[in-house]
């Protein structure tokens, strides 16, 4: 910002909507969480350098300035423009004040909130040549606001309410724009208005200049505070920290927790196109280890990220990354933090903020845990939403696109609805987002006695790239003899199910086993000499069925043991180098919350 700009604010006007709030203070003065509306706003320029104001004042306007006075306890200088014999409207409030104006100044509406980035802002004014700017922003609410036309970056057209051209606009127009309510103009603005007359910048002076007024596109927070319901949802959004998070007293956190999962039986039925001609079935549970994610929001659209990764050997490795704003953010070659970054791109949230997440769990170790990391990152950038929230099978969907589409990841749907859904479950796959997920319903004891005999054992290695195993079992399922083996993997879930309601968990060790040498057979490359001789040794150790979680090579195994022979069947395991891991099930799946420091 190498010119100097003033801001002036249009806060003369009468509020009649508001009353009876504003028949002692003027609307931009009524208070929120101890503070009026309008030191909100200033606060919203100042922390980009803008220090010099001009208030143009009328109703009540000795309010406003008794309590800023010159503005120095807020670390800005203001002057008043006072409307003195009636209210000149929003173009005549400036031409009033023109003699304390200098030559390039931000206008603002006293009723309107953008978090607008305001460097972006003057950098775009100050790049196109014209005279004048106006924020645009997305319409909420088309069919009741006058919108605003553009062709590329330059406004050509305004459609009052309730006409013929502003029904025909709605028609051709997809994503309908309205006037954000902040401008920049240079001291030519005044020769379109008369002086000493009621005036309007929104009706008489701007279909004037069109042909000389560009367009700033602003995607983050907006609210036009017009009646006592607005004013309601800006007071919580000022306590929930979106708008300027750095004026409150405290700081709010955002966390989530989203849990992995361990496979059962039907691993691979739910890929398509096997699903889409055959319907897959998967049978899984959550377990108590997570990937937790914690989000602050910041005061400026810095994207700050943090993750410490557990590695191979039970240590863990930080991997750290900041930018500017989201239109930085960008993936990288076999960068740690492509995943996190992926969903951020395809959330596009609003805010700056700093992101921390860590896992329970390695990566690439059997238990869905890329597919975890999704969900919880969605979870609390999906809470930070003030409309359009996804619900869980969105959540559950958007984690899907985002390891399959944008990261390339090819696999099913499994992890990602385990980990927003949790719970022991039997998973129905027809085919792209239509998934149907029945709860298995146990009796307590059952549950009980599932925990006791499950073990899950660490491998100590990583598993194989997942995504191209489940690229090559896609083209497998191609096969008609590989077709019939996916049914046999089917028909193990099925029965898993069965038994599994039925408290038959002997049986359904048994059917690991089977599974298990049912998955070797259809793809001999999910396993390896080492994964067979640990399976080998759970068995001859006392486990009834033992099987590798996850695509191949590598990660976790599930063993299930007979009666009171867990330890046993650990300590021969330990002997080959792996390790078990203590659980119980997690019946909660993503779990959101809110604290403050």
């Not at 706003?41 to 143009?56: T, W």
Request: net charge neutral; proline share 3%; with cysteine.
């Amino acid at each position: 910002m190498e010119k100097e700009y003033q801001a002036v604010f249009l806060v003369g006007g009468l509020g009649t909507r508001l009353r009876p709030m504003t028949e002692s203070v003027p609307k931009p003065m009524i208070e929120i969480e101890g503070k009026p509306f309008l030191e909100y706003k200033i606060e919203s320029l100042r922390k980009y350098g803008i220090k010099n104001f001009v208030f143009c004042v009328g109703y009540l306007g000795h309010i406003v300035e008794e309590y800023f006075g010159d503005g120095k306890r807020f670390g800005i200088n203001i002057v008043y423009s006072y409307e003195k014999d009636e209210l000149l409207g929003t173009a005549g409030a400036i031409k009033n004040a023109e003699p304390l104006i200098k030559e390039n100044f931000i206008v603002a509406n006293g009723d309107t909130f953008l978090d607008v980035d305001f460097k972006k802002l003057i950098n775009f004014h100050e790049s196109h040549g014209f005279p004048f700017t106006m924020t645009i922003a997305d319409s909420n609410h088309p069919k009741t606001q006058e919108l605003v036309q553009i062709d590329g970056k330059e406004i050509i057209k305004f459609h009052k309410r309730n006409t013929p051209e502003h029904e025909n606009h709605l028609k051709i127009s997809r994503h309908p724009l309205i006037n954000g309510g902040i401008y920049i103009f240079n001291k030519k603005i005044f020769d379109y208005i008369p002086e000493k007359q009621k005036f309007s910048l929104e009706q008489e002076v701007f279909p004037k200049i069109t042909n000389i007024m560009k367009g700033f596109s602003h995607k983050g927070y907006i609210l036009d505070i017009a009646d006592e319901n607005d004013w309601k949802e800006f007071r919580k959004d000022v306590r929930d920290g979106i708008v300027l998070p750095g004026m409150r007293n405290r700081q709010k956190i955002i966390r989530s927790r989203a849990p992995v999962r361990i496979s059962f039986g039907g691993g691979g039925t739910d890929i398509s196109p096997y699903d889409e001609n055959h319907k897959g079935i998967c049978v899984s549970a959550t377990i108590n280890k997570y990937v937790y994610s914690t989000l602050v929001l910041r005061e400026d659209k810095k994207i700050k990220i943090r993750s410490d990764i557990i590695n191979m050997y039970g240590g863990f490795e930080t991997y750290e990354q900041t930018f500017e704003d989201i239109s930085e953010v960008e993936i990288y070659n076999e960068n740690p933090l492509n995943l996190i970054k992926a969903v951020i791109m395809e959330l596009k949230p609003e805010h700056g903020f700093d992101l921390y997440v860590r896992s329970d769990v390695p990566p690439h170790s059997g238990l869905g845990a890329s597919a975890s990391l999704c969900v919880s990152i969605i979870g609390v950038l999906n809470h930070l939403r003030k409309k359009g929230r996804l619900t869980k099978y969105d959540i559950a969907e958007t984690a899907y696109r985002i390891e399959n589409e944008r990261m390339r990841i090819k696999g099913g749907r499994q992890d990602q609805y385990a980990s927003v859904f949790g719970g022991i479950n039997s998973y129905e796959f027809n085919g792209g987002n239509d998934v149907k997920i029945n709860s298995v319903n146990m009796r307590e004891d059952f549950i009980l006695e599932l925990e006791k005999h499950l073990l899950v054992i660490f491998s100590g290695r990583r598993i194989n790239s997942s995504g191209e195993i489940h690229e090559r079992e896609q083209n497998l399922s191609k096969e008609e003899d590989k077709t019939n083996q996916i049914h046999d993997l089917k028909d193990i879930a099925v029965e898993m199910e069965f038994n599994l309601r039925r408290g038959n968990l002997k049986k359904f060790g048994k059917l690991i086993f089977e599974g298990w040498e049912k998955k070797k057979k259809f793809n001999p490359e999910a396993t390896n000499t080492y994964i067979d001789a640990l399976v080998e040794e759970a068995i001859s150790s006392g486990a009834i069925g033992a099987r590798l979680m996850g695509a191949g090579g590598g990660g976790h195994i599930l063993v299930y043991c007979e009666s009171d022979k867990e330890h046993k069947v650990k300590e021969a395991l330990t002997g080959r180098g792996a390790k078990s891991i203590d659980f119980s099930f997690d019946f909660d799946g993503l779990k959101i919350w809110e604290l403050e420091e």
